[in-house]
């Protein structure tokens, strides 16, 4: 099942950060930097050539065997020769058993070495996906970078093991012909290229065409799947709006647009292809009339012109295929040049890896030191913030939406870096830690918790891979979810569906909040992670981690005030900014250095007014 | 692959070739035509070829003179056969494609019909991306066998020419020539029998890596929060490896089989010339003759190729036609009757009769649930989670129906309404907001013609008139896959939006604010308050503010209204409602 809404966004930004499939690496450099990233496509490639030329040259068999028959065979001196036939048959069915045989080799080499290239290639690029800073940031255009890892590969794969085999045969042959028909007679070599050379120069001209027009059903090819989506992803919408009908017109409209631009295309490939027949008949012809003239002359003898036009033949078949293959082509190195554009996308965060710091256990100290943060060529979204959380500490960071609460927690769990100043952990610069240690000890729970299409428990484990079966029951005990768990028909086995949508949004997050406390972080940061769930649940949780998290740090970003009211301190942002900091007893009644009203107390205005009723 | 599956899969590759040729009769003669043109003038090229050998090389060597006849004719032949074929490959390439493009459009409307009129509860029970690949790979995969096909009927056609023109030219060649043939066609039956498995594995290999992605990349946040990405690398690459050793063995049976498919007809001509020199020397044969049989082997042996595509595409096709046809197949069980509402100003009167509702692993969700709501009064269910309070919402609003009960809408029981009533009348603004790769305002109208001081007003009610303003084109700002990205919370308040400017008679908000700021929905729900009083109001809600909205309240546990009565009332006699919507002020005690 390939579900991919987006396959074709060129150049994927986000938020200010982007992608771009290369500045346009010429065909060359993309080759290069390809092979680069896959070595083992270019290793033993010469032998691969070798065996790929004596294959090609089997296909000289014939022509050379029509021609030696009807010369010496037929209309030699001494007449029909049988003799000389046989021996003849006998040498060149050696011959097209030798050539089978490196054939055989060459496509096996060509096979292995790009099926392992290219896995290669696309195990490197998942892994660096993970690392681009757009795949948390937007997620909008993940279809996109799945294709990188898929269908692109697929194409380049495809086109190396079955264009790649008739290209590199297609050259050879057109090649080996010119030499065996120069061997023969350069008049009328001349000739033939002459006949082929309109089809020569219109090549190019061609494959330009051709190439904007498949990017034409490319293109049309995402947005009929994202039409093809309304109708399953919106269902409820467009159910309860009954807007069948408009919908059915969009996707109708996609659909068509598709059918005409693939037609279209499918036009242009099919004259482009017949334009190498009429060549081949020109020189046909002109072959036979010029060689009866050279022939007139004695300049050559009339097996030989008939062989020249098997010889012909053997010129004719590879340029029609090499003229297919390099529009292939055309579409292999754009997906190349897309993934390599990938690859070559710098990570923003840079793991030390083993030579960075690993941070020893307990609960950890935070200090944000002069931190300014802006997506690039945007405006700064947190400014000149310096804060120190005490280790053991329970914050609380409250603030307006945009306010600056979110940047914070991912800079605080390394999901970014800052733009200036530095994030101590431990005091240590986060950006000396390595990622393995890191991780292990900052957890971050999102409000969106994501499940995988599995079971609830490989879910919850995905916090702690070796966690038993009793382990994940008694944390979920911890937590106070056993009545939650146990209410459930199938319990900890219940599948919970693609993206998890089996489960309520609610119960999503309890799975998060659970895997999160199976990790056994240091340091916990919570953004809006219970947002879905009920009230008293909700205080439940909020409760049980409280005792949980005694003696280790946790951050916690919410709009429910009750959160901050229990946390030892309160952050409030405005603008990019910290503008206040304490206790939710002080800072309830305190006003701003202006004498406005304070910012806290104006959310906590509103939260009342909400809740005394 | 059993052998009854073998021959399953090729009697039901020919039926699905029958359903597309049926379907499009006259642009399928028309390729087949191009195609049989092709192959009969490639024939031709072979006997333009012998001829002029005999009537104009040989002689012209012979007597060392020619005529400017004969050079002309070989001229006019050549390129006469060479136009005309060029014509050929046009009309059978196009030919196909338009009729493989025409099966794809014609299947991938029907099948987005079907999703437009099944019901939510089968959409419940089919993933999002086995629909989406139904409407995509799969009927893809269904046609994907009419490319080749006009190619394969043109080589049958080329072949019984070539055959009839062999046994025309020397019957001792042509048998020699005959042999070469069936053998080809073996081989090719034999290679595509034994590959054609594999291809299917590496098609399902490749949908598998590309599900593992998606996943991955869809988690992203999770992945990196918790460090896995070298699990979720090593779960890709095991994957990956797997693909690329079928694709290695899929290179071996091709390396295998290549050569034999080239060599055949190669020493099929060694074998005619050897028999040739016989024949000529006997006088039985010209050389013209030997030089167009073993032309003719050359040139028909490699189309023979494609009939071997066409039955390699077979497997594929079938498994998608099927799974295309499962969908098609489908009829809905949702009936409808032919019961209007009055477009009245006010709100709906809505009636819930003794509902129950049981999911398919025997869950019980709803368990003999019972209230009535009158026209523009305001009812907020109250619930824990997971208590059934979204599967009320989608009762209500008829996305799925219940094992028993009703639920009357003015008297009239939704399951007797005609289609498209409940929709005008009825509006459910759901939990996680769907928008349209649309503008805002396509959004917001959803294709109404409505005018745009009654979409602003709508936004405005929802508190959206903010950030839509500051779009770069405002109303006209292009929203989803290819547009802005808007947070959570943004989204919910053009979805709520949505209904507003719809302004329903009954409205029905499940949790519709959960990702708005406390102070935004504030305003947003004295928006409401002042704008709508007629309509009829159904609210899913966990906030006070939001409950505090309503004129009832059902308090809803385990599947059954526990209790129900004013906000007030609830507090003081149901100390489990009180637990649950005090908990932010009950809980925050003084430390």
Redesign the interface.
């Known amino acids: 099942?390939?579900?991919?809404?987006?396959p074709e966004?060129e150049k994927i930004t986000a938020?200010g950060t982007s992608v771009d499939s290369g500045e346009e690496i010429s065909a060359r450099e993309t080759l290069r930097r390809g092979l680069a990233f896959s070595p083992e496509l270019s290793e033993g490639f010469g032998w691969t050539i070798l065996l790929a030329v004596i294959?090609t040259g089997?296909?000289l068999?014939?022509p050379i065997?029509?021609q030696q028959?009807?010369d010496k065979?037929?209309?030699g001196p001494n007449?029909?020769?049988?003799s000389f036939?046989?021996a003849m048959?006998i040498v060149?069915?050696f011959a097209?058993?030798a050539?089978?045989?490196s054939?055989?080799?060459?496509?096996?080499r060509?096979?292995?070495a790009?099926?392992?290239g290219?896995?290669t290639l696309?195990?490197k690029a998942?892994?660096h996906?993970?690392?681009l800073p757009l795949?948390?940031q937007?997620?909008?255009h993940?279809?996109a970078?799945?294709s990188r890892?898929?269908?692109d590969v697929?194409q380049v794969?495809q086109f190396l093991?079955f264009g790649g085999v008739f290209g590199i045969i297609s050259v050879g042959q057109v090649l080996l012909a010119t030499v065996v028909m120069l061997f023969y007679s350069w008049q009328l070599t001349i000739l033939v290229w002459v006949c082929f050379l309109p089809l020569f120069l219109s090549l190019n001209y061609f494959q330009r065409r051709l190439s904007a027009a498949y990017g034409v059903v490319r293109r049309s090819v995402g947005a009929?799947?994202?039409?093809?989506?309304?109708?399953?992803?919106?269902?409820?919408?467009?159910?309860?709006?009954?807007?069948?009908k408009?919908?059915?017109d969009r996707?109708?409209e996609a659909?068509?647009a598709?059918?005409l631009a693939?037609?279209k295309a499918?036009?242009l490939?099919?004259?482009s292809?017949?334009?190498g027949?009429?060549s081949?008949?020109?020189a046909?012809?002109?072959v036979?009339?010029l060689?009866?003239?050279l022939?007139?002359d004695g300049h050559i003898?009339?097996g030989e012109?008939?062989g020249f036009?098997?010889l012909v033949?053997l010129f004719v078949?590879p340029v029609q295929m090499g003229t297919q293959v390099l529009t292939d082509a055309q579409n292999a190195i754009a997906g190349w040049r897309r993934v390599i554009g990938i690859l070559e996308t710098p990570a923003d965060l840079d793991d030390p890896g083993p030579s960075g710091q690993s941070l020893p256990r307990g609960a950890m100290d935070v200090a944000f030191e002069d931190v300014s943060f802006g997506y690039p060529g945007g405006p700064l979204v947190l400014r000149e913030v310096t804060e120190h959380i005490e280790s053991g500490s329970r914050v609380a960071v409250v603030g307006?939406?945009g306010s600056g609460k979110t940047t914070f927690a991912k800079l605080l769990?390394r999901?970014m870096d800052p733009t200036s100043g530095a994030v101590l952990l431990d005091g240590v610069d986060i950006r000396q830690v390595e990622?393995?240690s890191?991780?292990?000890r900052v957890?971050?729970?999102?409000?969106?918790?994501?499940?995988?299409?599995s079971t609830l428990l490989d879910n919850v484990r995905?916090?702690d891979?070796d966690a038993s079966r009793e382990r994940v029951l008694a944390a979920a005990a911890e937590l106070g979810l056993g009545d939650?768990l146990g209410?459930?028909?199938?319990g900890l086995d219940t599948r919970v569906?693609?993206?998890g949508e089996a489960l309520?949004?609610?119960?999503r997050q309890?799975v998060?909040l659970l895997?999160a406390h199976l990790?056994d972080p240091d340091l916990l940061v919570l953004d809006e992670a219970t947002?879905?769930?009920?009230?008293?649940?909700?205080?439940r949780i909020?409760?049980a981690l409280e005792r949980l998290m005694s003696g280790r740090t946790s951050v916690t970003i919410a709009?429910?005030?009750?959160t901050a009211?229990?946390a030892d301190e309160v952050i409030v942002f405005s603008k990019g900014r910290v503008v206040q900091r304490g206790s939710h007893?002080d800072l309830v009644e305190q006003p701003m250095p202006d004498g406005e009203r304070g910012v806290y107390a104006l959310?906590h205005d509103?939260?009342v007014?909400?809740?005394?009723? | 692959m059993s052998r009854a599956e073998r021959a399953s899969t090729l009697l039901g590759g020919f039926r699905v070739l029958g359903v597309a040729i049926r379907h499009e009769p006259w642009i399928f003669a028309l390729s087949t035509l191009g195609s049989v043109l092709f192959g009969a003038l490639t024939v031709a090229d072979a006997w333009v070829l012998g001829w002029s050998t005999d009537h104009v090389v040989l002689p012209a060597f012979k007597s060392g003179a020619t005529t400017t006849g004969g050079l002309v004719a070989i001229l006019a032949l050549f390129l006469g056969v060479a136009i005309l074929r060029a014509v050929g490959i046009v009309a059978r390439r196009l030919g196909a494609g338009i009729m493989q493009y025409r099966m794809q459009a014609t299947y991938r409307r029907e099948v987005t019909r079907q999703y437009l009129t099944l019901p939510m509860s089968w959409h419940q029970r089919h993933p999002t991306g086995e629909l989406l690949s139904n409407a995509n790979s799969d009927v893809e995969a269904a046609w994907a066998p009419i490319a080749p096909l006009p190619m394969a009927v043109g080589t049958l056609a080329m072949m019984v020419i070539a055959i009839v023109q062999m046994l025309f030219t020397d019957l001792t060649m042509a048998a020699v020539g005959l042999l070469v043939f069936p053998l080809v066609m073996v081989v090719n039956v034999v290679f595509q029998r034994m590959s054609s498995p594999i291809f299917t594995r590496i098609q399902a290999l490749r949908a598998e890596l590309s599900e593992i992605a998606h996943e991955s990349f869809d988690g992203a946040m999770v992945v990196k929060t918790l460090g896995r990405e070298t699990e979720e690398t090593d779960r890709f690459a095991a994957k990956a490896r797997v693909l690329r050793d079928e694709g290695i063995r899929a290179g071996r049976i091709r390396a295998a089989f290549d050569p034999f498919l080239e060599s055949l007809p190669n020493l099929g001509v060694l074998a005619v010339l050897g028999v040739g020199v016989l024949r000529v020397r006997s006088g039985a044969a010209d050389p013209g003759d030997v030089v167009t049989v073993a032309y003719l082997l050359t040139i028909v042996a490699f189309p023979i190729r494609s009939i071997g595509w066409l039955l390699g595409e077979f497997p594929r096709s079938v498994v998608g036609f099927t799974r295309v046809s499962r969908v098609l197949d489908t009829v809905s069980d949702t009936t409808y009757g032919d019961a209007r509402l009055a477009r009245a100003p006010r709100g709906v009167a809505l009636e819930v009769d003794d509902l129950h509702y049981t999911y398919e692993e025997g869950q019980v969700l709803l368990d003999g649930v019972s209230f009535s709501v009158e026209p523009g009064r305001t009812v907020a269910v109250v619930g824990a989670t997971a208590s059934g309070k979204s599967t009320l919402t989608s009762l209500v609003t008829r996305l799925v129906d219940p094992q028993s009960g009703a639920i009357r809408v003015d008297g009239e029981d939704l399951r007797d309404l005609a289609p498209g009533q409940l929709a005008a009348n009825v509006s459910l603004v759901p939990q996680s907001a769907f928008l349209f790769d649309d503008s805002v305002r396509g959004n917001v109208t959803l294709g109404d013609d409505l005018p745009d001081d009654e979409v602003w007003e709508a936004l405005r009610t929802a508190q959206a008139d903010g950030f839509v303003a500051a779009l770069p084109h405002g109303l006209d700002s292009q929203l989803g896959e290819r547009g802005t990205t808007l947070s959570g919370g943004q989204r919910q308040r053009l979805s709520l939006a949505r209904a507003l400017v719809h302004a329903p008679r009954l409205l029905v908000l499940d949790d519709a604010t959960s990702a708005v700021d406390p102070e935004v929905e504030a305003r947003i729900l004295a928006a409401m308050r002042r704008r709508g009083g007629d309509s009829t109001l159904l609210v899913i809600a966990y906030r006070k503010a939001t409950i505090a909205l309503a004129d009832e309240v059902l308090f809803l546990d385990h599947g059954r209204i526990a209790d129900r009565g004013t906000h007030q009332e609830l507090l003081e006699r149901c100390p489990a409602y009180a637990h649950l919507v005090n908990a932010y002020e009950t809980e925050v005690a003084p430390q």
């Open positions: 099942m390939t579900v991919n809404l987006s966004t938020a294959g089997g296909r068999v014939v065997s029509v028959t009807l065979g037929i209309n007449g029909v020769d049988l036939v046989t048959a060149a069915a097209i058993l050539t089978g045989l054939s055989y080799f060459m496509t096996v060509l096979f292995t790009s099926e392992r290219l896995a696309r195990i998942f892994r996906v993970h690392d795949l948390t937007n997620t909008e993940r279809g970078l799945v890892v898929t269908s697929d794969s093991v009929m799947l994202s039409a093809i989506s309304e109708p399953v992803v919106g269902a409820v919408t467009v159910r309860t709006y009954a807007i069948e408009r919908t059915q996707i109708d659909i068509l598709n059918q693939s037609t499918q036009g490939t099919a004259f292809f017949s334009l027949g009429v081949a008949g020109l046909n012809a002109g036979l009339i060689g009866i003239w022939g007139l003898t009339s012109v008939i036009a098997f033949t078949g307006e939406t769990t999901l990622f393995a890191l991780r292990r957890v971050l729970v999102p409000q969106e918790g994501f499940l995988f299409d995905y916090g891979l939650w209410g459930l028909p199938r569906g693609q993206r309520s949004a609610g119960e309890l998060a895997r990790a947002s879905a769930v009920d009230p008293a649940l909700e205080m909020g409760r709009h429910r005030l009750s009211e229990n007893a959310l509103s939260w007014a909400q809740q005394s009723r």
